[in-house]
């Protein structure tokens, strides 16, 4: 077993076509799968044996190819075009999400600032109550 966990910080190589990146200790896919983006000449993505690759089990391709939309193989399976449709279905579905969420937060912001709440900087509520200051 190798000992790579990050894949942010790989060097950068223009004319990269397969890298083999199985057998290390990868746990995360944010931040991971999008930082290989550098390399837009990579064709073949092997990433078996890392927690994550585990994990994901049959949904690994289709989490590469979301991000990687050139590549042709991930680990021996090839990309075919089922695999490009599926990527598509899910992009789409993921998108959806998104704007689903943006939605529900910017509703809930109007929610609190109409009942007098405030979302303080540091991420932490505030409730502001008319006629409760301290100096009253």
Do not use: C, Q, W
Not at 3 to 26: M, Q
Not at 40 to 46: A, G, R, S
Not at 60 to 82: C, P, Q, S, W
Request: proline share 4%; hydrophobic share 45%; net charge negative.
């Amino acid at each position: 077993m190798n000992k790579i966990s990050r894949l942010e910080n790989l060097p950068t190589l223009p004319a990269l076509e397969h890298l083999d990146l199985g057998g290390n200790v990868i746990e995360k896919t944010d931040g991971d799968i999008p930082a290989l983006a550098i390399y837009p000449t990579l064709k073949t993505l092997i990433l078996a044996a890392n927690p994550f690759a585990d994990a994901l089990g049959d949904k690994l391709k289709i989490e590469v190819l979301l991000t990687l939309r050139k590549i042709k193989f991930v680990g021996e399976d090839e990309i075919n075009d089922d695999d490009r449709v599926v990527m598509k279905e899910e992009a789409k579905e993921r998108k959806k999400a998104a704007i689903a969420a943006a939605i529900e937060a910017e509703k809930l912001a109007m929610e609190r600032a109409a009942n007098g709440e405030e979302l303080r900087a540091d991420g932490e509520d505030d409730v502001v109550l008319a006629g409760s200051g301290e100096d009253e």
